[in-house]
């Protein structure tokens, strides 16, 4: 599925270089900072600077590997989201900084707040950019004459943790706003642990606001619960939501299939048993989280494949990497490959870190 560069990124190696990465450009950024501090304040806070950094890299990391949800915890996890945030783009610019010292030295102290404004002017850019939704439009073909339909695409809304109700409604309302026929969820409707800290009636009722002529139907991803638990199928029924979990259904001029995700049910069923079994009387639009599984899709001549997941990195350098992890055709956007389409859009939300630099927030509106 995965070859080369893409395979060595998304492996354990790839995480324990990252790890190491991490750890260096904490001491490098306690560098930086702490001689900001000394050059404006006139204090030495370095090592306070390191420990601060420290403590925030360990929770994050015990905060994921922890199977017990808290809302303290939650919003403690969403206060170093923001400030993981303001660290990173502090990093970039102090980098880009270093190096351009090396050809134009920059001799007075002073120098040293230009990367430090620009790291938090940066910062600002994406958190305001992330929140603001984008409709990215497609026009294709599902068989042999035009349907004359309007699908809507969400992926990756990640409710919970940064994508609160109030912003859940505002991409409702957007969403009603482009009259769909059909609307599809292509997994991540939730954010890692959120689902059980969320006022869940009230995300019903938003998610009942929905508008479409013949359906919403969804599938699940690697940050939602699992789909054994009764109450995740009760939420989708509750919400007015059709959740297919390796099932196909029909409706007047599609089949849609909705699959596990890979990485929460590494032994679901094939594509190949959950197709229909009387193929070709009508296309079929397969939602697959994780676009991984476009390859087998490919294989088993799928009409259209609806992917999220990879968020288009979400921001820099993260798009960077997620573009060779996933290859050109699979990491964003529209691909034919023999008979089968696909399209993987950004994602509607966002996680871990409440910015987009690079990527866009978007709603997927796909006219057939």
Not at 29 to 52: N, Q, R
Not at 224 to 235: G, I, M, T
Not at 310 to 339: C, I, N, S, V
Request: proline content about 3%.
């Amino acid at each position: 599925m995965y070859h080369g560069f893409g395979k060595f990124i998304r492996g354990k190696g790839f995480s324990i270089l990252f790890y190491l990465v991490s750890v260096l450009l904490m001491f490098y950024l306690t560098v930086k900072i702490g001689s900001v501090a000394e050059y404006v304040f006139s204090v030495d806070i370095y090592s306070a600077v390191f420990v601060v950094l420290a403590v925030l890299m360990f929770y994050m990391l015990c905060y994921f590997s922890s199977k017990k949800a808290e809302k303290r915890a939650k919003n403690l996890y969403e206060v170093c989201g923001v400030v993981l945030c303001v660290l990173l783009n502090l990093t970039m610019c102090f980098l880009v900084f270093d190096f351009l010292n090396i050809f134009v030295p920059f001799e007075k102290a002073g120098w040293c707040l230009i990367p430090t404004a620009a790291g938090v002017l940066l910062s600002a850019y994406g958190f305001f950019h992330a929140r603001h939704l984008t409709v990215k439009k497609y026009q294709i073909q599902l068989g042999e004459k035009k349907l004359n339909k309007r699908l809507v695409l969400l992926s990756d809304i990640h409710t919970g943790s940064f994508v609160n109700e109030k912003h859940l409604e505002k991409i409702i309302e957007k969403v009603n706003e482009l009259n769909a026929d059909l609307i599809f969820i292509a997994g991540d409707t939730f954010d890692v642990k959120a689902f059980e800290c969320c006022n869940l009636p009230k995300l019903e009722e938003i998610f009942r606001r929905l508008r479409s002529k013949e359906g919403v139907y969804a599938s699940l991803g690697n940050h939602d619960p699992l789909s054994s638990e009764k109450n995740v199928r009760e939420f989708f029924e509750k919400s007015g939501i059709c959740l297919l979990t390796d099932k196909c259904a029909e409706t007047q001029d599609f089949y849609i299939i909705g699959r596990e995700d890979v990485t929460s049910c590494p032994d679901r069923k094939s594509l190949a048993e959950i197709l229909p079994k009387k193929r070709g009387r009508k296309p079929e639009i397969l939602l697959e989280h994780n676009p991984g599984g476009i390859e087998e899709a490919i294989e088993n001549k799928v009409t259209l494949v609806l992917c999220g997941h990879t968020h288009k990195g979400q921001f820099f350098p993260a798009t960077f990497f997620t573009r060779l992890a996933y290859g050109k055709k699979d990491f964003y956007g529209y691909a034919k490959r023999e008979e089968t389409q696909s399209i993987v859009s950004a994602g509607t939300g966002y996680f871990q870190m409440p910015m987009r630099i690079g990527s866009n927030s978007e709603i997927v509106l796909i006219e057939v």
